[in-house]
């Protein structure tokens, strides 16, 4: 049996149509209204911060390249600086071999003067012990050779060959 639906059953079906689609139309209104609104500005401001992001990564690429050009200029400081430094090594090296060498050329040429010296005093003395030997031994044997006249006539001689030779001397 079924019955015809009562009016009361079709205003409870036409009820719940039309408060549906006003539930609806009120949800799209509340959704323009309020959601909308705030998922734009939450959008707006993802892109907002989407562009500020690209601009400090724009900055960081700029500072990057700043910072490479930066080391590049002090490698090429550094290797400058190296480059100084080997030559003023390479100077100061033969400076220092220039004065050594002159400082031994000149410890040699005192040596050489110093050697001349030596062989001069040592001759002048090695004379004087001849000598000086020379009149020991021609002493012993003169007195046994030389008695007090020939000593005399000598010792005249000498005297005399002294004076000549001083008066030859003074002319």
């Known amino acids: 049996m079924e019955t015809a639906p009562t009016f009361y059953d079709q205003l409870a079906q036409w009820s719940e149509i039309v408060g549906g689609f006003a539930f609806i139309v009120a949800a799209v209104l509340l959704f323009y209204k309020y959601l ?7 959008q707006v401001a993802n892109n907002a911060d989407l562009v500020s992001a690209e601009a400090r990564l724009a ?3 700029a500072e990057v390249v700043k910072a490479r050009a930066e080391v590049e ?5 550094a290797q400058s600086i190296k480059a ?17 060498q002159a400082d031994g050329e ?10 001349g010296r030596a062989r001069a ?4 003395q090695l004379r004087g012990d001849f000598i000086a030997r020379a009149l020991e031994l021609a002493r012993s044997r003169a007195d046994a050779r030389i008695d007090a006249t020939l000593n005399a006539r000598l010792v005249g001689a000498t005297v005399q060959t002294l004076l000549g030779e001083r008066a030859g001397h003074e002319a």
């Open 121 to 124: 005093t040592a001759q002048a």
């Open 106 to 115: 000149r410890l040699v040429a005192n040596a050489r003067n110093e050697l």
């Open 84 to 100: 100084r430094a080997a030559e003023d090594a390479a100077r100061e090296r033969e400076r220092l071999v220039a004065e050594a």
């Open 36 to 42: 909308l609104p705030a998922v734009r500005s939450a």
């Open 59 to 61: 900055a960081l690429k």
């Open 73 to 77: 200029s002090a490698d090429r400081d």
